[in-house]
């Protein structure tokens, strides 16, 4: 009877009209999946740091940097899909099932344009772009070994990132959670094997972490496939009959070109933001790069709550009800707010601790140390970022958030993190106390706007 049952129960889930009923019932509900399925990346990333700690330093600072190159392009390819989110999540929210079904099939047109030429650029290029940042020899070889590998998953990883937001944005959050359960935890478990030459396999140090994400993608891509195309979404986009659509795909592109934008141009400063840490030595680039990992897995709960508020910023508009959408966000805001300040009192007793999780060198846990109880001190103003960006961009107003990106971080990040160790007496530390600056102005400007309300107005 049970099993029976499951079935009409999926079906019912699939049906859920996220526009009516509690709206901090639908936002937890909605949320939960994509907050795991974020986290469980981000934790893989994390864990895929441990095994590389104990390479040495060099092997640290060389997949941190090519990991800011990785993150690019994951950023990049997330921005793009705001636009099939966007168009999803509206014609959801008017029931216009049929239309969201068109437009989901379409968007992997733009999976595929973008991630061959990325791959392409990634394969060929990426050691020439490492060795522009000055690094030590021996980081840029390992950097560099890792990125090229890596690369070749860019293209499964497109597509696996636009069936995902689509199934997401459809308001079916469920089988992405159960593919990145799946996926990551063979990810984690398959590194070590392949890093340290374990059992069967071969010692392969850098190149095993990056082999083991390559074959992460390609799982994951095929699964998300074949959860949308086999009718287990809600959606029921199909191959037969296809041919292109170009006045949606380009409405797509339009919305999601300036979350690409902005995705490429944040992690191109943060590579500037290396390049202005690498003359303090491997020892602050490593610190700084396994800060990154740890903020990966503080803020990815927030990320996930913040895309569960944008799907149904969307879909609320899209069934005309923008008080609904405005109450949405403001909740998730307030969540974030307070589990990031929970983290950061944390972060401040036991920051060393943490640190010595990658890597026990007493040089890089004191300088980690102290980077990451700077760092707990922008947690009081990131949840309005982590949320409030995600509703505007999920209203389909992207330009925006472009723009509070790029000036913040060209005109306050990068200049402050240049300067303020050369005019105090902070040094690295100063690089780190930008960062912290940078988020609250950011905070401050998306809350601002957010207020203000212009994108409850925006066509799609």
Aim: net charge positive.
């Amino acid at each position: 009877m049970e099993e029976a049952e499951r079935p009409a129960e999926r079906a019912a889930a699939l049906g859920r009209d996220w526009t009516k009923g509690s709206i901090l019932g639908n936002l937890l509900t909605l949320s939960w999946p994509m907050m795991i399925s974020g986290s469980l990346y981000m934790v893989g990333q994390t864990i895929d740091m441990i095994w590389v700690g104990r390479l040495g330093p060099a092997s640290i600072a060389g997949v941190g940097v090519a990991g800011i190159a990785v993150l690019m392009v994951l950023s990049a390819m997330l921005g793009l899909t705001t636009g099939a989110r966007v168009m999803i999540s509206r014609f959801v929210g008017a029931g216009e099932i049929a239309s969201a079904s068109h437009a989901a099939q379409q968007a992997f047109v733009i999976s595929l344009g973008y991630g061959l030429t990325v791959t392409t650029i990634g394969v060929f290029l990426g050691e020439r772009i490492l060795g522009l940042l000055g690094l030590q020899p021996e980081v840029v070889a390992e950097g560099a070994t890792y990125l090229r590998i890596a690369a070749i998953s860019w293209t499964p990883m497109a597509f696996s990132l636009m069936a995902i937001n689509i199934m997401q944005a459809s308001g079916d959050a469920v089988p992405p959670m159960k593919i990145a359960l799946v996926f990551r935890l063979s990810q984690v478990t398959l590194c070590p094997f392949l890093v340290f030459g374990w059992w069967v396999f071969p010692r392969l140090g850098v190149t095993g972490v990056a082999l083991s994400y390559v074959i992460t993608e390609l799982g994951g891509m095929s699964a998300g496939l074949w959860f949308l195309f086999s009718g287990r979404s809600r959606l029921h986009p199909s191959l037969r009959h296809f041919s292109f659509d170009w006045n949606i795909i380009w409405r797509m592109v339009k919305i999601g070109l300036p979350g690409l934008i902005m995705g490429m141009e944040r992690n191109f400063g943060s590579m500037v933001l290396m390049w202005i840490m690498v003359p303090f030595g491997t020892i602050a680039v490593a610190a700084h790069s396994l800060i990154q990992r740890v903020e990966m897995v503080v803020t990815m709960p927030g990320w996930g709550l913040g895309m569960g508020a944008s799907v149904l910023v969307g879909q609320n508009l899209g069934a005309r009800q923008p008080e609904r959408a405005v109450r949405s966000a403001w909740l998730a805001t307030g969540i974030v707010e307070g589990f990031l300040l929970a983290c950061a009192l944390t972060i401040l007793l036991g920051a060393e601790h943490i640190i010595r999780i990658f890597n026990s060198d007493p040089a890089l846990v004191e300088m980690g140390g102290t980077f990451l109880r700077i760092a707990a001190a922008g947690y009081a103003a990131m949840g309005f970022s982590t949320v409030l960006q995600n509703c505007i961009s999920g209203a389909g107003d992207t330009i925006p958030p472009m723009i509070v990106s790029i000036v913040t971080m060209w005109l306050v990040l990068l200049p402050l993190a240049w300067l303020v160790p050369r005019i105090t007496d902070l040094g690295v530390n100063g690089v780190r106390w930008a960062i912290v600056t940078n988020i609250a102005v950011g905070a401050t400007a998306y809350a601002t706007y957010f207020r203000l309300g212009r994108w409850k107005r925006k066509r799609v």
